[in-house]
Each structure stands twice: as structure tokens, then as C-alpha cells.
């Protein structure tokens, strides 16, 4: 996200921070459209024609978010009934959805066969059984993905949901098994593909081709084993955002390229080439979101300067290192309100009563002062939707969307009393 300095204020384009707070008030989350525009041009710029392009909904949610996003990419991956609704409110198609997520219940799968959603990615042998149950009662035939707990672990991903014991997919040495269970019960559902997602946040480039050659793999021999033309491969995502600042910004061009040979390799003579699906959340939208709070107090403890924020962990769990972080890190973050400072090294703190409510510690920005603005940034991912917001009865904070230079609420900020009935 560019931010620009005039006269000591900070800008987002043509829009000034201060204006933004005076007006809305803070706590606040800002998404700038342009960003994430920008993010989607450079994946279709890299990949081509190659991939159909899903967004992961579970990165956020927010409606106003799905609309502006509907006419740049190919679909959604869904992890419940609430985002396909949400996601209908939006005018996406449900064919155009592909629903994964360990936990999916009757009720759930009964919506999903309903609306006809595009595919239901089975996570589990038990799931399969549900899954034809409620294709029998429904007479409706559903369109399964198996997904795959591969025997290859990455390392380089941040977050692992592959590779090990895990409640995410097939076990792969037990694939064999649920591929005869669907095509026993074909005429209750219809085996379209595999879908593998091994991990999150993984910066590293090799690493994300390693994973995607191997899913081609095992297409490849499950295709050969069962006689079975695949027409859906979801090879996940995972590419990851540089939260804390780190040097080394994915290059998509060589995995890109890696991907084109290893299709070309899965193709073979025949040169027929599935449906290839990439899934991406926080790396379209992480870096187009702003969290914005103001400094309320500062205190001196003990030699450490600490600097009580009007919103902490109750609206950003993650830059609190509260969400799945095994050694915390501070985020990227900038005062808006005094942008040229001399830097100061300092704690950041929210307004939570319990010392987890830590949103920068020892953490090096332009000298805060009571009344200033501090942004964080690459929050448009696994932030508002993520948190908890309702702890200790602070108002949620308001969402704000810029496109085009165009600044407009597009969720209300709410209070505890709100959630009542």
C-alpha cells in the first residue's frame, strides 16, 4: 500500500488520515482497492491462462470486500454455509464455489447439494458416507473433490496442514480406498478431482513449486491406478505476505514457470489439461488493509515507555501475535500523525485489560504522542473477522473501502449492546 507525506500529514491518495479519523472516528480498518487490484494483476500477469484463480473467503469476509472483488476473479473457496451466503449476497454463483473444511455438518451439506455448489472438497472417508447420505435423501448428485493429506511435508510453510496427522484431508496411503467409495456410489456423486493444501503462509518460491509438482504427481498416478481423466486439480496456495517487514517478496514468474512445465508434464501426449485452481486469501488482500488506532495515553515503567492504543487485540488478534504466532513479531507499522519523527524505541499496547493485549513490543516508530494515529499494516487479512471483537464490550471498529479515490463505510461500527437480540 503507498502511503504519501505533504506538509507533515499522511495521505492515502488523495484522502488525508487525519480527515479519515476526524470524520469516522478511530479504531478503523481501510482497504484500499487499488492494492489488491494491483495484487491480482501481478498473479494473472505470472500464471496466464494457466490457473483459474479463487479467492479464499475465510481471509475476509466482508461484503462490500466479495463485491469488488466478483468481476476479477474465477470463484471461491467457501469453509462454511455462512460465507457461501455471504458470497450469494454478493452475486457470486454457487457453481462457482468450492467448499472445503474439516467439520462440514448435515445441516451444512444439505445447503450446499441445495444451492448447488460447484464442488465439495471430502476431507475425510466419513465425510464421503455423509456426503452420499445426504445426495440419497436430496436426489440431487454431488460434485466431489477428494482432498488429499499428502505424504510430503513443507517445511517452509508457516502454518502446516499437510504432511503430518492432521484433521485436513485424506490421508494420501488411504486415497485408493476413498476413490473406489465414490465411484461405487457414482450415481450419488461425481468424482471431478483432488485438491491438496498442504500449508500457509510459505515465502518461499521453491518451495510452493515443490508442493504444486507433487499434487501434479499424484494426479498423475491416481489418474493412471483408477482410469480416471481428472477435470479439477486444486493445487491450494499459500503464498505468503511479508507481515514483519521481511526482505525476499515472493517472485511468482519462476513458480509460474515451474507450474507450466509440470502441467506440461501431466498432460503428456495428449496435451488435455484439466481445471487448475489456485486459492489465494491473505495474498490478495493482506497488503490492501490498514488498521488505524489512536494513542489515548503514555506512560513511563521501569526505564520502558508504553503507549495505551484505543483498540488492540479485541480488533487485530493477529498483530498482537495471538494467532498461531510461535515466536511474536511486530508488525509493520508507521504514525500517521508524525510521519518524519525521530524514531523511538517503544511498546504499543491496547486498551484490554490483560498483558496480552501487546500490539508492538520494543518496537522502533516515529515518537508517538497522545492523540496520534498508528497504522498497521498488511492487515486486510485474518484481522476484523479473526478477532475478538466483543471482548470487554469495546465498540468494533468501522470498515472503510477506497476505490478510485472513493472513501465509503462499508461495515457500521457497532456496539456490545448491538449483539443483544
Given at each position: 500500500m503507498n502511503l504519501r507525506i505533504d506538509d507533515g500529514k499522511s495521505y492515502i491518495g488523495r484522502v488525508c488520515f487525519d480527515q479519515i479519523a476526524e470524520t469516522y472516528g478511530t479504531p478503523f480498518y481501510l482497504y484500499d482497492m487499488g492494492t489488491v487490484d494491483d495484487r491480482i494483476r501481478r498473479v494473472r500477469s505470472a500464471f496466464g491462462a494457466e490457473i483459474e484463480l479463487y479467492y479464499a473467503v475465510k481471509a475476509n469476509s466482508n461484503l462490500e470486500l466479495l463485491r469488488s472483488l466478483r468481476p476479477a476473479i474465477d470463484g471461491l473457496d467457501i469453509s462454511s454455509v455462512g460465507e457461501m451466503e455471504q458470497a450469494l449476497l454478493a452475486g457470486y454463483e454457487s457453481s462457482g464455489m468450492s467448499f472445503a473444511g474439516p467439520g462440514k455438518n448435515k445441516t451444512e451439506l444439505e445447503r450446499a447439494l441445495k444451492e448447488g455448489v460447484g464442488i465439495i472438497s471430502a476431507e475425510s472417508t466419513r465425510e464421503l458416507e455423509a456426503i452420499r447420505s445426504m445426495a440419497a435423501g436430496s436426489k440431487l448428485r454431488a460434485n466431489v473433490v477428494l482432498r488429499v493429506n499428502p505424504t510430503l511435508f513443507i517445511k517452509e510453510f508457516a502454518i502446516k496442514m499437510g504432511g503430518a496427522p492432521t484433521q485436513f484431508g485424506i490421508d494420501e496411503e488411504d486415497i485408493d480406498d476413498a476413490v473406489a467409495y465414490v465411484k461405487q456410489h457414482a450415481g450419488l456423486?461425481?468424482?471431478?478431482?483432488?485438491?491438496?493444501?498442504?500449508?500457509?503462509?510459505?515465502?518461499?518460491?521453491?518451495?510452493?513449486?515443490?508442493?504444486?509438482?507433487?499434487?501434479?504427481?499424484?494426479?498423475?498416478?491416481?489418474?493412471?491406478?483408477?482410469?480416471?481423466?481428472?477435470?479439477?486439480?486444486?493445487?491450494?496456495?499459500?503464498?505468503?505476505?511479508?507481515?514483519?517487514?521481511?526482505?525476499?517478496?515472493?517472485?511468482?514468474?519462476?513458480?509460474?514457470?515451474?507450474?507450466?512445465?509440470?502441467?506440461?508434464?501431466?498432460?503428456?501426449?495428449?496435451?488435455?489439461?484439466?481445471?487448475?485452481?489456485?486459492?489465494?486469501?491473505?495474498?490478495?488482500?493482506?497488503?490492501?488493509?490498514?488498521?488505524?488506532?489512536?494513542?489515548?495515553?503514555?506512560?513511563?515503567?521501569?526505564?520502558?515507555?508504553?503507549?495505551?492504543?484505543?483498540?488492540?487485540?479485541?480488533?487485530?488478534?493477529?498483530?498482537?501475535?495471538?494467532?498461531?504466532?510461535?515466536?511474536?513479531?511486530?508488525?509493520?507499522?508507521?504514525?500517521?500523525?508524525?510521519?518524519?519523527?525521530?524514531?523511538?524505541?517503544?511498546?504499543?499496547?491496547?486498551?484490554?485489560?490483560?498483558?496480552?493485549?501487546?500490539?508492538?513490543?520494543?518496537?522502533?516508530?516515529?515518537?508517538p504522542r497522545e492523540g496520534d494515529l498508528i497504522a498497521f499494516f498488511n492487515s486486510g487479512s485474518y484481522a476484523f473477522t479473526s478477532s475478538p471483537l466483543l471482548f470487554l464490550g469495546h465498540d468494533t471498529p468501522v470498515e472503510l473501502l477506497l476505490s478510485d479515490d472513493v472513501l465509503r463505510v462499508i461495515r457500521n461500527r457497532r456496539k456490545l449492546t448491538d449483539f443483544n437480540s
Open positions: 456423486m461425481q468424482l471431478r478431482g483432488i485438491h491438496v493444501y498442504g500449508g500457509t503462509q510459505c515465502m518461499s518460491g521453491e518451495a510452493i513449486s515443490r508442493n504444486m509438482a507433487y499434487t501434479l504427481r499424484l494426479a498423475a498416478n491416481l489418474r493412471g491406478k483408477h482410469d480416471i481423466d481428472w477435470d479439477w486439480i486444486n493445487l491450494g496456495g499459500g503464498f505468503g505476505v511479508a507481515y514483519y517487514g521481511e526482505s525476499g517478496e515472493l517472485d511468482l514468474h519462476p513458480i509460474a514457470a515451474s507450474l507450466k512445465d509440470a502441467l506440461r508434464e501431466y498432460s503428456g501426449a495428449s496435451g488435455r489439461r484439466p481445471r487448475v485452481i489456485i486459492e489465494l486469501g491473505r495474498y490478495l488482500v493482506a497488503e490492501g488493509g490498514l488498521y488505524v488506532t489512536r494513542v489515548v495515553r503514555e506512560k513511563a515503567s521501569r526505564g520502558e515507555m508504553f503507549y495505551v492504543l484505543d483498540g488492540g487485540m479485541n480488533h487485530h488478534l493477529a498483530a498482537s501475535g495471538n494467532l498461531g504466532s510461535v515466536i511474536r513479531k511486530n508488525y509493520v507499522l508507521k504514525n500517521l500523525s508524525n510521519p518524519g519523527g525521530e524514531r523511538e524505541k517503544c511498546n504499543l499496547v491496547g486498551p484490554l485489560c490483560t498483558p496480552l493485549d501487546l500490539m508492538g513490543k520494543a518496537v522502533s516508530v516515529e515518537k
